[in-house]
């Protein structure tokens, strides 16, 4: 029996995900798959579009690879868009011919809106929606200095963020009285243009554009209705979406009034044999412009394309939890209480910059929806209350509340039915958790795999982890939190114990609140720890069996048994002088040179009894260790700043080396980068590292827990225009904090998503000093810095430590005779593979 042929046109984020559903399925057997994509990329991530800025490929974007399309037998077409479908022959026609279908499902998305404005399509002019437009738009921006989004809503916001991320003066302008006309009411929308503002974003809201026309101070000029006009570089129009319904118009098939190709619950049109889903489709007179819907939709078609009577799709959730360039923005069901007979509890906070809106049933026992702005900290609790219609407590209003002034706690995963969405991305339920628990998954990670939840937006991720932790220890699985087998006790645990009891050695240590030797795990962490309190040398008699081999040695070892030296250069500022040290050192002893990603220069090749004499003639030149080989500050890479560049506004340099040279040495739970920008441009990519600081023209902006490397974050503001003093102040603060409470390898950005209460929790305890131990925190930094050591010189000149440097104890001098070497673009490197006659 030959096989039937399903086409799907549309290689977008839902036509990718019912492409996943449907391989998966007895169906796929039956059918040929053929997939069309009008552009040359794979499906990717459009949700997390603008991370393209912050560096994030295509590659880093997709949600497939061409491999994993010939491993599911998929005849992919991309770069080849469909022109015309004939339904009476069941045929699609592109520039390359026709092809025959059974089935043909359309996954076509929709196209950004651009109103019908004289000069919208002038050079300087963007939409804001592939990969194309990106690219586009980030060519024009090297030669500007200002550019406009056209629209206020979450796509304009985030088009916003990104022209900001390319170091331009950025604009919104919005046609209705408020940003996120949808979402926000009033109060909301005032306080999101305010934070956003406070960021150097303007916003100009009730500006209707009637034309644009050439700029005189700038290359284009926005005149609005009101005579007034704004003068711009280049214009992004963002302003919403519009289903791609060209196909099924031009072949008949049943439209919208205003667009939109009309489902049934199965998703199939008005012609039995073609099937729509996503942003193209309309049911029951709606568009869903967001991923989630779309993927329900993809679920269900696949579902009903293997004749599961039961698959209906009946609606989604509309509820949305994003960040809008730093700012928590949450909306949940009926944000405007439209329902008949709906309250409104309000709370607002101006001086936290919080605004929280419930609106409840007209008995109060019912969450029909919610508006959060500055604070996301409610939203999962709110929204588990209006999707499961959990009975609200006697006092709703606790909900919303903070904690200090009476607010209830979050909604315990104990409390939430099975029918509970966790993943409304992948519509994860608790009982789907609890099923893949029960089917032997006995960790996050397993549970990950199995369900697919919080690998779509990652917006659950909290949510999941409660629910995963409760469900394993109701059925007996002890959620073990203890360091290992040698301490029952969590780092932080054992950190309070250290600082609190003055314990100074790992043996004492053991003593006292342990069991056993130790181990890998334990050993470098408490001494890290013991660093962090005391300060001592490294290879201090009672430390030196806890450390790795790279601490041992303060070097990193190579893969051919070498260790490569980077000695610190604060700031990247470095004089002509030590520069030709470097040059001599590394030519003397045949080191392989390499500028860091950092700002610093890596010498490779040394052996292990040529680091003391190496670091002789570095300290001796004014050089120190960069710490590289330990987890503590590696760099803070600074641009010029206001020195040399024309549009620093600070002296980006200068904060650089200030910040290097005082938190250098400091251990912490893994290492730690920093970056100075001189103005928004952000030249030193300072919205990647872990503690990132931008000038403003009233002083410094700080960003916290960003990570560039394996898994990427987006830095968090934390406080703006910050004084030097003030700068220095906030920073110590927070890095002690985080030196106190993480977990042992964390990383500030997953310190960051696993501290209880988050961001919020965070500017509590360091701006407010809700702990009231930010006086603490900033003495034991200035203990740290008073103390500090370079750990090269104190080794070259303690004899017995030195010692430890010779590689044949018997012959100090002898060099390893097994190492063997050849040349590489005029460097020499090691021979990796020796093959023996």
């Not at 114990?497 to 609140?513: C, D, E, H, S």
């Not at 470098?524 to 030196?544: F, K, M, R």
């Not at 030519?587 to 010498?603: A, E, F, P, S």
Request: contains cysteine.
């Amino acid at each position: 029996m030959s096989k039937q042929t399903l086409i799907v046109i549309g290689n977008g984020m839902v036509g990718h995900h019912f492409l996943e559903q449907f391989s998966q399925s007895p169906a796929a057997d039956v059918y040929n798959i053929v997939v069309f994509g009008e552009e040359k990329q794979l499906a990717y991530d459009r949700v997390h579009l603008s991370e393209y800025f912050s560096g994030s490929s295509h590659a880093d974007l997709a949600m497939g690879t061409a491999d994993w399309y010939a491993d599911q037998g998929i005849d992919l077409h991309l770069n080849e868009p469909v022109t015309g479908i004939d339904r009476d022959a069941r045929m699609i026609t592109t520039p390359k011919g026709e092809y025959p279908y059974d089935q043909l499902v359309l996954a076509t998305g929709s196209y950004p809106f651009v109103p019908p404005i004289d000069g919208n399509d002038q050079e300087g002019c963007f939409v804001y929606r592939t990969l194309d437009d990106l690219d586009a738009i980030q060519a024009s921006a090297q030669s500007a200095k200002t550019g406009v989004v056209v629209g206020g809503g979450l796509l304009g916001l985030e088009a916003a963020n990104a022209l900001k991320s390319l170091g331009l003066q950025a604009h919104v302008v919005e046609f209705a009285p408020r940003l996120m006309p949808v979402q926000l009411d009033d109060q909301g929308g005032a306080l999101l243009r305010q934070k956003i503002e406070d960021l150097g974003v303007q916003v100009h809201t009730e500006k209707a554009t009637t034309a644009i026309v050439p700029g005189s101070a700038a290359r284009l000029r926005m005149n609005f209705s009101d005579e007034s006009h704004l003068e711009t570089d280049l214009i992004v129009f963002s302003a919403g979406i519009r289903p791609q319904d060209t196909l099924a118009r031009a072949c008949g098939l049943e439209l919208g009034e205003r667009g939109g190709i009309v489902i049934n619950n199965q998703c199939t049109t008005s012609d039995p044999h073609i099937h729509a889903i996503g942003e193209c489709a309309l049911w029951n007179n709606f568009v869903f412009g967001l991923v989630a819907p779309g993927y329900t939709m993809a679920r269900t078609l696949s579902a009903a394309l293997n004749n599961d009577t039961s698959a209906a799709f009946t609606g989604a959730d509309m509820s949305t939890k994003l960040k809008l360039l730093g700012v928590d923005v949450g909306s949940i069901g009926d944000a405007h209480a439209k329902t008949p007979g709906a309250r409104n509890i309000r709370y607002h906070d101006e001086q936290a910059g919080h605004y929280r809106r419930m609106v409840v049933s007209q008995d109060g026992k019912t969450l029909l929806g919610a508006i959060l702005v500055g604070d996301n900290g409610p939203y999962d609790t709110l929204l588990q209350y209006a999707l499961n219609g959990i009975e609200l407590p006697a006092n709703p209003e606790a909900l919303i509340l903070p904690e200090s002034e009476g607010g209830a706690p979050a909604l315990g995963a104990d409390a939430l039915p099975d029918t509970a969405s966790i993943c409304s991305c992948h519509n994860v339920t608790k009982g789907d958790i609890c099923c893949a628990i029960d089917a032997g998954c006995t960790d996050l990670g397993g549970v990950k795999a199995e369900t697919k939840a919080s690998s779509g937006c990652g917006g659950c991720a909290a949510l999941l982890k409660k629910v995963v932790d409760s469900e394993l220890e109701k059925r007996g699985v002890e959620v073990c939190t203890d360091l290992c087998e040698h301490f029952p006790y969590t780092r932080q645990e054992l950190f309070h114990l250290v600082k609190v009891n003055g314990i100074r050695t790992f043996r004492g240590l053991l003593k006292q609140y342990g069991k056993g030797q130790g181990c890998d795990i334990c050993k470098p962490t408490v001494g890290s720890i013991l660093a962090t309190c005391w300060n001592e040398h490294i290879l201090a008699t009672d430390h030196v069996p806890l450390q790795d081999t790279n601490d041992t040695f303060m070097a990193n070892m190579q893969k051919n048994g070498t260790y490569s030296i980077v000695p610190r250069i604060p700031g990247g500022e470095i004089t002509p002088d030590k520069l030709i040290v470097l040059g001599e050192v590394a030519k003397q002893y045949n080191l392989y040179t390499k500028i860091t990603g950092g700002q610093r220069v890596d010498l490779f090749g040394a052996t292990l009894s040529e680091l003391p004499e190496i670091w002789e003639k570095l300290i001796a030149a004014g050089f120190e260790t960069g710490h590289a080989y330990g987890k503590s500050l590696r760099t803070v890479k600074s641009c010029v700043g206001s020195t040399w560049c024309r549009y620093g506004v600070q002296d980006s340099v200068g904060m650089a080396i200030t910040l290097e040279n005082r938190y250098k040495g400091l251990r912490a739970p893994h290492k730690v980068k920093m970056a100075v920008s001189g103005c928004t441009r952000e030249c030193a990519e300072a919205q990647s590292k872990d503690f990132g600081v931008i000038a403003t023209e009233k002083g410094w902006n700080l960003y916290v827990c960003g990570n560039g490397g394996m898994r990427p974050r987006h830095a968090d503001l934390f406080a703006t225009d910050l004084s030097d003093e003030e700068l220095i102040r906030t920073i110590d603060r927070v890095v002690m904090f985080y030196v106190r409470t993480a977990d042992r390898l964390q990383r500030t950005s997953v310190w960051m998503e696993n501290l209880e209460g988050g961001l919020e929790y965070l500017k509590q305890v360091v701006l407010e000093d809700s702990l009231g131990i930010g006086e603490e925190l900033e003495q034991h930094m200035a203990d740290l810095v008073n103390t500090y050591q370079c750990e090269w010189k104190t080794a070259v000149e303690d004899p017995e430590k030195r010692k430890r440097f010779r590689e044949f104890v018997n012959a100090p001098e002898q060099k390893d005779p097994v190492q063997q070497w050849t040349s590489e673009r005029g460097q020499r490197r090691p021979v990796l593979e020796v093959v023996s006659s």
